[in-house]
């Protein structure tokens, strides 16, 4: 009973460990979509903020298209940097954009 318990805490702890750039890029992209169709919704974003966004994360779609057409379907841990760090980038301008004051 013991053991089980100290599993249990240290798988807890490692997967509470784990960076955001540890998740899939894919979940990324659709959280930050998310984000941005919530900003919408509420008025947060206006229709330039949102297209300017959605550009962006469709930039960085093709982008993984592209990696993976490259490397059979695969991302190098090089791949999954650069688009961590452009995902990283998006994120911040959506909290910024969403907390500028501006109001549609």
Request: without cysteine.
């Amino acid at each position: 009973m013991k053991t089980l318990i100290i599993g249990v805490l240290a798988a807890a702890s490692l997967a509470a460990a784990l960076p955001a750039a540890a998740q899939p890029i894919d979940t990324r992209q659709q959280h930050q979509e998310q984000r941005v169709d919530q900003g919408v919704r509420s008025g947060e974003l206006t229709g330039h903020e949102t297209r300017h966004l959605q550009k962006r994360e469709a930039s960085i779609r093709h982008e993984e298209r592209v990696m993976r057409a490259e490397h059979n379907g695969r991302l190098t841990r090089h791949d999954r940097h650069v688009l961590n760090h452009r995902l990283n980038r998006v994120s911040h301008a959506i909290y910024a954009k969403k907390h500028n004051g501006a109001v549609r």
